[in-house]
Nanobody, 121 residues
């Protein structure tokens, strides 16, 4: 069984920083793409950033220059460094893994349970 567990969320003032972590557990050979999505109340879930196993990154325009995604393939862990946080960054942040290769097959998507990020004015 593969599970994703996020951590690092919390309450931070505007202009502050947080670092989110997501670790994939279980017997895993590799993960093709890992990423972060977020959903604010009343909004659709939106992509924040993704990173491939080779290190290629993709960011939403709203976070470019402020957020940085990275990963440790050996630990099946992805990170999101969030700097210069704004109140509009407030949301539940979800970890995502695509192309998860295990001894029992490959699954396109796994999702974490979410971690709350609240940025105060």
């Amino acid at each position: 069984q593969v599970q994703l567990l996020e951590s690092g969320g919390g309450l931070v003032p505007a202009g502050g920083s947080l670092r989110l972590s997501c670790a994939a557990s279980g017997v895993i050979f590799s993960i093709n793409v890992m990423g972060w999505y977020r959903q604010a109340p009343g909004n659709q879930r939106e992509l924040v950033a993704t990173i491939t196993s080779g290190g290629s990154t993709n960011y939403a325009d709203s976070v470019k220059g402020r957020f940085a995604i990275s990963r440790d393939n050996a630990k099946n862990t992805v990170y999101l460094q969030m700097n210069s946080l704004k109140p509009e960054d407030t949301a539940v942040y979800y970890c995502n893994a695509e192309g998860v290769y295990t001894p029992w097959g490959t699954r396109n998507d796994y999702w974490g349970q979410g971690t709350q990020v609240t940025v105060s004015s």
